[in-house]
C-alpha cells in the first residue's frame, strides 16, 4: 500500500489557498472561539505533525529543539488562542503546533527555553506533560472526571433561589442561595474567565464571568445563579457532543486487536502485544479474528472484510503474496503472514493521522466563520456596553434596567455555536468520507467537491482494469517470429508497463527464452530501448515509430483497424526497420460505466486523457459513456489539457493512477488517486486518495460534498438567526438572561446535532 501520510505534499501553482493552519510565531491566532466558545471547535488540529515527535528531538542544525506537550485541557480553540498569545512572543519560541483532537502543542523552541515555556503554561492553569515519542500521538487518557456533587448542589440552590425569590421570601435568603449556586457551579469558569481577562482576551468563559458579576451586582440574585448553573451543563453537554466528533475517526482504531499470534524463535506461537511485533514477524490468523497488524500472506488463503480501509463491503478473496491490511476481518479461512509495517505505521493508522492532519486545513468557510466571530465579539460587547450607558444618560431611563440588558447582550455575544458549527460538520464529513474509503487530505477539497465542473480521468488502471492481455502478434519484413517474440519479450522484462507486462505473460506462457539487454532505457510516452546481440532495438508505441520515420502507409493501415477496435499497438523496431507489432486489450471495470453516468447526472462532465493511442482512447470513452476523449498524451500533455480547463472556468478534477499523472494530479483542483492500484507518488500528489479502484466513490464524494456544504449553510443560518431573534427580544425589553443562555445552548446543540448526522448517512 503506497504511503498515505502526507497531509499535502504538493503545491498547487494555480493560486489556491491552502492553508495548512500553521501558526508561526507572531500570528495572532485568536479564532473567534478565542473570543466566545465553551469548546468551540474541539474537533480543529493546526498542522498535527504525522510522523511521531520525539520528546525534544532537534532539528535545523542542532540550534532548535521540538518539544511535544499534552495538555489534557486544551480541546478548543479557545485554550489555544490562549496558549498562542502566551507563548508566541516569548524570547526563544519561533513555531507552535497544535493538535487539538490528540490535546498536543509541538513547540520549536530553543534549547534552554523549555522550563520557562512550561511555566508559562502552567500560569494559564493547565497541566503540561512532556509527550515521550512513544505516546505523543497515541490517543491520550481522559481528563479525570470531575465530581458531580457541586454541579447538582449549584442547581438545586439556583431552583431554591428562583421559587423563594417567587414566593417573596427575604432577599437576604434568595442572595445566600444564589451565591451558593454561583460559587458551586461556577468557580472553574470564573477562574478561567479571569486567566482569559489577565490575558487581554475576551473568551465565552470572560463574558460569562462579566455577565454573571453584572446581575449579581444589580440584584438580579435567582437569574444570575440560573445563568451560571445553565452555562456550566451546557459546556457539559457540548464536550460530550464534541467528543462524539473527535472520536468519529478514533473508532477505527478500535478495530485493531491489541494482541497478535506470533512465531517464536523456538517454533512455538506465543500471544504478544502487537506493538511490540517488528517488521518481518509471523503471525498467524485464525477464522473471524481481526487482523492486528499490515503484512503479506506467506501461506493459506482467506476471504477478507476490508470495508474499514476501502469501504468496499464485500469481502476480497487472499492467497500467498497478497496485502493484508491492520483492522480487517478475516472472515473464512485461516493464514500466516509476515508483518510489513509496525502497527503505529499500519495502513489504518496512516488513514487516521492523514484525516486528523486533514482539519488543520481550515476549510473556507470556517476561515470566514473564524474571521467574523472575531469581529462579533468586539462589537457586541461595544454595543453592550452603549446599551448600559446611553439611554440612562441621554433619555433618563432607568439604570438597573438597561444594565441588565446589556448583561443580556454579554450572553448573545458569544458566537460559540457559530464557531462550533463549521469544525464539527467539516470533521463530521470526514470521518464519513474515510468510512466509504475516501480519504480526503483537508476540509478544503471536501467544501470544493461540490463546484467540480470537470473531471478528468486516466484510461489504464484507473477506467479499465489495468491488466490487458496480448490479443494479437503480426510478424513484418519476413523476419522468425520466435526471435522477434524474444526479443520483444526481453525489452518487456525491464518495463513495469501494464503493456509491457502483458508481452511478457503471453512469451512466458508459450515458453519463448529471454535474452540479455544491456544498455537499457525507458522512453516516458513512447517505450522502451536496449542493446542486445551488440544492436539497438525499440519496442514503442505508434509515436515513436513515427518519430524515427518507420511508419508506411501498409503498416498505417494495420495499426488503424487494430487501434479502431479499441487495441493498444506497440512495434518492435531497430535502427531499419519494423520486425513486428503486438496488440494488447484491456477491458473496462464494471463500476466505471455507472460512475461516468451518476457524475452526468450531477452535472459533472468527464475527458478521458490517456498515453494510448486516439483510437483506443475513443473506443473505451464510447464503451464508458464519456464526453470526451484525448489520446497519444505525455505526462505534461496531461498537465496542459487540465490547464485548458481551469482557463473555461469551473473546478476541475483530476482522477488517476500512475507516476505518470503527478503532474496533472498536482496541476487540477482536487486531483483524486486511485488508491490500492495507486502509486505512492500519485498518492502523495492527491488530494483525495479512494481507496479501492471503484469509480463509483468519485460521485458519493460530490454527494457528501454537498451534503456537507448544505449543513455548513443551515449551522451558520440557525446559529446566527437565533442571535439576531435574543437581540431584537433583549433591545426590546422581552429578553432576559436565562433566556440567552437558554438560546446559546440550544443553538449549540442544534448544529453539533445537524454536523453528526453526516456521520450517520
Not at 421570601?169 to 442572595?175: D, E, G, R, S
Not at 481507496?691 to 456544504?709: A, I, N
Request: charged letters at 20%; hydrophobic letters at 45%; one cysteine or more.
Amino acid at each position: 500500500m503506497p504511503p498515505l501520510d502526507t497531509p499535502h505534499s504538493h503545491d498547487h501553482t494555480h493560486g489556491h489557498d491552502h492553508e495548512h493552519g500553521h501558526h508561526h510565531h507572531g500570528e495572532s491566532n485568536d479564532h473567534g472561539c478565542g473570543s466566545g466558545g465553551a469548546c468551540c471547535g474541539a474537533a480543529h488540529t493546526s498542522q498535527a505533525p504525522l510522523a511521531p515527535v520525539a520528546a525534544s528531538q532537534t532539528v535545523a542544525d542542532g540550534q532548535l529543539v521540538q518539544t511535544p506537550i499534552r495538555i489534557l485541557q486544551m480541546d478548543c480553540p479557545t485554550e489555544e488562542a490562549l496558549l498562542q498569545k502566551k507563548l508566541g512572543g516569548m524570547a526563544g519560541v519561533t513555531q507552535l503546533d497544535f493538535n487539538l483532537m490528540q490535546r498536543v502543542l509541538t513547540v520549536t523552541h530553543a534549547p534552554t527555553a523549555i522550563e520557562p515555556i512550561l511555566d508559562a503554561v502552567r500560569s494559564l492553569g493547565f497541566t503540561p506533560e512532556l509527550a515521550s515519542s512513544a505516546t505523543a500521538h497515541e490517543e491520550p487518557a481522559p481528563e479525570p472526571s470531575k465530581p458531580w456533587w457541586p454541579l447538582a448542589l449549584g442547581g438545586l440552590a439556583a431552583l431554591g433561589s428562583e421559587a423563594l425569590h417567587w414566593a417573596g421570601a427575604p432577599a437576604w435568603l434568595v442572595a445566600t442561595l444564589a451565591l451558593v449556586a454561583v460559587l458551586a457551579s461556577g468557580l472553574t469558569t470564573y477562574k478561567k474567565g479571569w486567566i482569559a481577562v489577565r490575558n487581554g482576551n475576551l473568551n465565552i468563559n470572560a463574558l460569562m464571568s462579566i455577565a454573571v458579576t453584572g446581575a449579581l451586582l444589580i440584584g438580579q440574585w435567582p437569574e444570575a445563579a440560573m445563568v451560571m448553573v445553565l452555562f456550566t451543563v451546557a459546556e457539559l453537554i457540548e464536550a460530550k457532543s464534541l467528543d462524539r466528533a473527535r472520536n468519529a475517526i478514533r473508532g477505527l482504531m478500535q478495530l485493531t486487536p491489541e494482541r497478535a499470534t506470533v512465531l517464536q524463535a523456538d517454533g512455538t506461537w506465543l500471544e504478544v502485544e502487537a506493538k511490540s511485533v517488528p517488521v518481518g514477524a509471523q503471525v498467524r490468523i485464525k477464522p473471524g479474528e481481526h487482523i492486528a497488524l499490515d503484512g503479506r500472506i506467506l501461506s493459506g488463503r482467506s476471504s477478507i472484510d476490508q470495508a474499514p480501509i476501502t469501504g468496499e463491503s464485500l469481502p476480497v478473496d487472499k492467497t500467498v503474496g497478497d496485502e493484508v491490511f491492520a483492522g480487517t476481518l478475516n472472515t473464512s479461512g485461516s493464514f500466516d503472514y509476515s508483518v510489513t509495517a509496525a502497527a503505529n505505521d499500519s495502513t489504518l493508522a496512516r488513514i487516521i493521522h492523514a484525516v486528523e492532519a486533514a482539519q488543520g486545513a481550515r476549510a473556507p468557510t470556517q476561515r470566514f466563520v473564524d474571521q467574523f466571530a472575531r469581529i462579533y465579539t468586539p462589537v457586541v460587547f461595544a454595543l453592550a456596553l452603549l446599551v448600559a450607558v446611553l439611554p440612562p444618560l441621554l433619555t433618563g431611563a432607568d439604570w438597573l434596567d438597561w444594565v441588565y440588558k446589556a448583561l443580556v447582550l454579554l450572553v448573545i455575544a458569544c458566537p460559540c455555536a457559530l464557531v462550533i458549527s463549521t469544525p464539527v460538520t467539516i470533521v463530521s464529513g470526514l470521518a464519513a468520507a474515510a468510512r466509504k474509503g475516501i480519504l480526503v487530505k483537508g476540509g478544503v477539497y471536501l467544501e470544493q467537491g461540490r463546484k467540480l465542473r470537470w473531471l478528468a480521468l486516466d484510461k489504464t488502471g484507473t477506467l479499465t482494469h489495468g491488466k490487458p492481455i496480448q490479443t494479437d502478434f503480426v510478424v513484418l519484413n519476413g523476419y522468425d517470429e520466435t526471435h522477434v517474440r524474444s526479443l520483444a519479450a526481453s525489452l518487456a522484462q525491464r518495463s513495469d508497463h501494464p503493456v509491457s507486462r502483458a508481452l511478457l505473460e503471453a512469451a512466458q506462457r508459450d515458453g519463448v527464452a529471454l535474452r540479455e539487454v544491456s544498455h537499457f532505457e525507458a522512453l516516458p510516452g513512447r517505450g522502451t530501448q536496449g542493446v542486445i546481440n551488440g544492436k539497438l532495438y525499440h519496442l514503442g508505441n505508434h509515436r515513436l515509430i513515427h518519430e524515427q520515420g518507420r511508419c508506411s502507409d501498409a503498416l498505417e493501415a494495420q495499426l488503424s483497424v487494430l487501434e479502431e477496435q479499441g487495441k493498444t499497438v506497440i512495434l518492435l523496431t531497430d535502427e531499419q526497420q519494423v520486425h513486428g507489432l503486438f496488440a494488447v486489450a484491456d477491458s473496462l471495470k464494471d463500476s466505471s460505466r455507472e460512475a461516468i453516468a451518476e457524475l452526468h447526472a450531477l452535472g459533472i462532465q468527464t475527458l478521458m486523457l490517456t498515453g494510448d493511442n486516439a483510437h483506443t482512447a475513443r473506443a473505451i470513452a464510447v464503451q464508458a459513456g464519456i464526453t470526451e476523449a484525448r489520446g497519444d498524451l505525455l505526462p505534461e500533455d496531461k498537465r496542459q489539457a487540465i490547464e485548458q480547463l481551469i482557463g473555461q472556468g469551473g473546478l476541475v478534477g483530476m482522477v488517476g493512477d500512475g507516476i505518470n499523472d503527478a503532474p496533472a494530479l498536482a496541476r487540477a483542483d482536487i486531483g483524486f488517486a486511485m488508491g490500492s492500484a495507486g502509486t505512492g507518488t500519485a498518492i502523495e500528489t492527491a488530494d483525495v486518495a479512494l481507496m479501492d479502484d471503484d469509480l463509483r466513490k468519485l460521485p458519493r464524494f460530490v454527494r457528501l460534498s454537498r451534503d456537507t456544504h448544505s449543513l455548513l449553510v443551515q449551522n451558520i443560518v440557525l446559529a446566527l438567526g437565533i442571535k439576531l431573534v435574543f437581540l431584537v427580544l433583549t433591545l426590546s425589553g422581552n429578553g432576559s438572561m436565562w433566556m440567552a443562555v437558554f438560546a446559546d445552548v440550544g443553538a449549540s446543540l442544534l448544529v453539533v446535532g445537524n454536523g453528526l448526522r453526516l456521520l450517520r448517512k
